[in-house]
């Protein structure tokens, strides 16, 4: 894994390139490297964490055999001894350096060119590719996105940059720091800005599974897919598998186990996250029967009641029989992460779990240089409940009259939000602990704004959203999740799922890990994200992702046949930390300052008013939580920017002294 960056414009500075670079140390600690052509006005600047090939035949920047191309690469392509033997029996790489997947991705493009050796190639990365007989620029990224990739041109006359992390385009001279509003509320709805954007105007994220070419002294760049997620998984389910149950299990774990095999390839220690659940114990149980010694596996547990998986992770391990090592961390070492979060996520992120994310990558790059996650589970098996929540309301109100709809939503709001709240705890108290109606007034008034939705996609929009209503953001439409086009003729909850795979996974969960854990210099890697399990996966027909009721029916099935149910079935828990009690307790000094009405007016992002009545109402006991953590994240971050640039930052800092 590795930091990348580069330059497009007249007379390049290598200074500026290595400053460049120097911001992302932290994702390649073990080696560095610039390369210029200032003739043709570019400059490629790498870090390097050495996972295969260790030797110096592995730097980068890097030329191909040919010296037709140069590329600064990051990731991992786990196929790549495939690809070479396939190049060698065409004649090809007789003149191998070393053994690097770099240097066998460069001979590809040498050989077949770079889309056909992208299609051939299964792995997770982002780089930049400089064609010097073409004088053109390509940028691509991997087909689900778990490489960050940033680029933009933020002037007709100035520089076209890119790099791994938006810390290395601002140490560009000019770099233009001017928060995109449009983004800003679609942060503050989705916890993440979603690509194409980025928190910066004129800053964008390349799209998964996409190439960017542009050639020197072309205004404006072009784009063209080279894999499609949303037509893997219109095909699939127009395709669907024709296997008994029995058969389809074999089929499932035969790809998993290819899948993790190779994605157990590396000149360095390596080991995984394990949860306990269904995800992370599937991938430790199949890399476990795959390796000859225990594997090393991390859980990161937490002594409050409803967030602690640790006991789980501590069963699964013990009877898989892996190295296992835990950590319980304590309230004021997880709130010691939280000053680290804008300099960890360079934008605004939201997603609370970033924390113990970041918690367990500490702890695992102790001991490995590699970590397997369970991540895309979910997405791909259909683990969310929302998925049949939100398809059985659809199916409820979609016949109803939108005058109706209209009529009954204004009547669930008139009712304040406390007051249902109200009624819910008292009737709760009737009633058995399974059917309590807790945070009843969000649920209602959630509801009633989602009773108006005009279609599924709206309505799944709606579920999806923290703050339902983000016209509060001062100077920007409250815009939806982009769309995401090609998914005609899929059933409403396999529907939901693509949207996921193709939107959620990439801008908030790969997200998180990937800058979770590179900031401790930890590579991690995504078996189920393989292409083989996604394509299996999509040709799964639905009884056999969610039956009865149960979400990701084959996946326990295939898991079942390493670990007994009994220590696997429960219910749902998430990673995450409870932020709500946090920010009534330890942390409440530190949002009160961020959230002082006279500096939110001053900075004139938000209507101080609308945030103000939903801290209020938390300290009063309503959960506002997650709202609270968007605009909360973001405040934070435009503190750390303000410091950054010099500028007086304001006197607030977290105080912990309370946490114990």
Known sequence: MCGIAGVLERNPDVETVRRMIGALAHRGPDDEGVWVDADAGIAFGHRRLSIVDL???????????????????????????ELRRELEAQG??????????????????????????????????????WDRRERMLTLARDRLGEKPLYFGRQRDDGPFLFASELKALQQHPRFEPEVDREALSLFIRYLAVPAPRSIYRGISKRLPGTMLTLRSGSPEPTVEPYWSG???????????????????????????ERAVGRQMMADVPLGAFLSGGIDSSTVVAVMQ?????????????????????????????????????????????????IPQLPAMYDEPFADSSQIPTHLISALARQHVTVALSGDGGDELFGGYDRYLVTAGMWDR????????????????????????????????????????????GDKVHKGATMLCSRSLDELYD?????????????GAPSGAMPTISGLNGIGPVERMMAQDMLGYLPNDIL????????????????????????EFAWRLPLDMKIRSGQTKWLLRQVLYRHVPAKLIERPKMGFGVPIDSWLRGPLRDWAEALLDPQRLRSEGYFDPKVIREAWEGHLKGQNNQHKLWTVLM??????????TAGEQAPADRLSLAAAS
């Open 55 to 81: 030797s110096p035949a592995g730097h980068q920047p890097m030329l191909s055999p040919t010296g037709r191309y140069v590329i600064t690469f990051n990731g991992e392509i786990y196929n790549h001894a």
């Open 92 to 129: 090809h790489g007789a003149e191998w350096r070393g053994h690097s997947d770099t240097e066998t991705l460069l001979a590809g493009f040498d050989a077949w060119g770079i889309a056909a050796t992208l299609k051939r190639a299964t792995g997770m990365f982002a780089f930049g590719l």
């Open 230 to 256: 949303a037509e893997v998984a219109r095909s699939g389910a127009a395709n669907p598998i024709s296997l008994s149950l029995t058969d389809a299990e074999d089929e499932l774990e035969r790809i998993l």
């Open 289 to 337: 029967k795959l390796s000859a010694r225990p594997v090393k596996t991390f859980t990161i547990g937490f002594h409050e009641e409803g967030y602690n998986e640790a006991e789980h992770a501590k069963a699964v391990a013990r009877h898989l029989g892996t190295d296992h090592t835990e950590l319980y961390v304590t309230p004021k070492q997880a709130m010691d992460v």
């Open 397 to 440: 109100i979609a016949g109803v009259p939108m005058p109706l709809r209209a009529a009954a939503a204004k009547v669930a709001t008139r009712v304040p939000r406390y007051a249902w709240t109200a009624f819910g705890n008292a009737a709760g108290r009737l009633l058995p602990p399974e059917l309590r109606l807790n945070r009843l």
């Open 462 to 474: 709606g579920m999806l959203s923290l703050w339902q209503d983000a016209s509060f953001v001062i």
């Open 511 to 534: 997200a998180k890990v990937d800058r979770a854990a590179m900031a401790v210099s930890l590579e991690t890697r995504v078996p189920l994200l393989d292409p083989e399990v996604v």
């Open 634 to 643: 973001f405040e934070s971050w435009l503190q750390a920017q303000s410091a």
